[in-house]
T-cell receptor, first 116, second 112 residues
């Protein structure tokens, strides 16, 4: 089946620094990837839709200048949390839709970001 | 407005019992309804999914029941096992290529 690889799985950074999270589709091309954020014991909240070769579409309330998304190739999307603050600490998960098959959306294993 | 409402928030089931989780939606444009299982610190994994032209789908111990007129769908886990203890999310999708919209999740604990 489709595999989405997400790295790193855990990262701790100092307040004010930037962190980049990578999301790769390993065995299929993903023209669209999705970035979610999940706080403890809560659901997945869509942050943005990443489109290959074009600007990402952000959900209402998500700061596009803070959460930079780049989808430079059909297999790689990156999320950069800029000038991170403790309130940005969360579990970030990417997802990609396999173009063939029954519309399955495959998720990465997530990145636990802790800002200290 | 929450587009997919999920209940219960938590569920405790005896080993061998049936776990039932319910979801309701409002948007009739939704055309794909998956269920995901998530273990702590991991990303969600697809369990089973259904389209609105089917009333039931079964895969192993997992069954989705879908009621289009009531705009409700449910997950049944038969012969629940301790290894099924996880958080379950229902979701829905509208237009092609759009993101999934998730329910709030149900934490299932199966006691041995």
């Amino acid at each position: 089946g489709a595999v989405v690889s997400q790295h790193p799985s855990r990262v701790i950074c100092k307040s004010g620094t930037s962190v980049k999270i990578e999301c790769r589709s390993l065995d299929f091309q993903a023209t669209t990837m999705f970035w979610y954020r999940q706080f403890p014991k809560q659901s997945l909240m869509l942050m943005a839709t990443s489109n290959e070769g074009s600007k990402a579409t952000y959900e209402q309330g998500v700061e596009k200048d803070k959460f930079l998304i780049n989808h430079a190739s059909l297999t790689l999307s990156t999320l950069t949390v800029t000038s991170a603050h403790p309130e940005d600490s969360s579990f970030y998960i990417c997802s990609a839709r396999e173009p063939l098959g029954e519309e399955g959306y495959t998720f990465g294993s997530g990145t636990r970001l802790t800002v200290v | 407005q929450q587009q997919v409402k999920q209940s219960p928030q938590s569920l405790i089931v005896q080993k061998g019992g049936i776990s039932i989780i319910n979801c309701a939606y409002e948007n009739t444009a939704f055309d794909y309804f998956p269920w995901y299982q998530q273990f702590p610190g991991k990303g969600p994994a697809l369990l089973i999914a259904i389209r609105p032209d089917v009333s039931e789908k079964k895969e192993g111990r997992f069954t989705i029941s879908f009621n289009k007129s009531a705009k409700q769908f449910s997950l049944h886990i038969m012969d629940s096992q301790p290894g099924d203890s996880a958080t379950y999310f229902c979701a829905a999708k509208g237009q092609a290529g759009t993101a999934l919209i998730f329910g709030k999740g149900t934490t299932l604990s199966v006691s041995s």
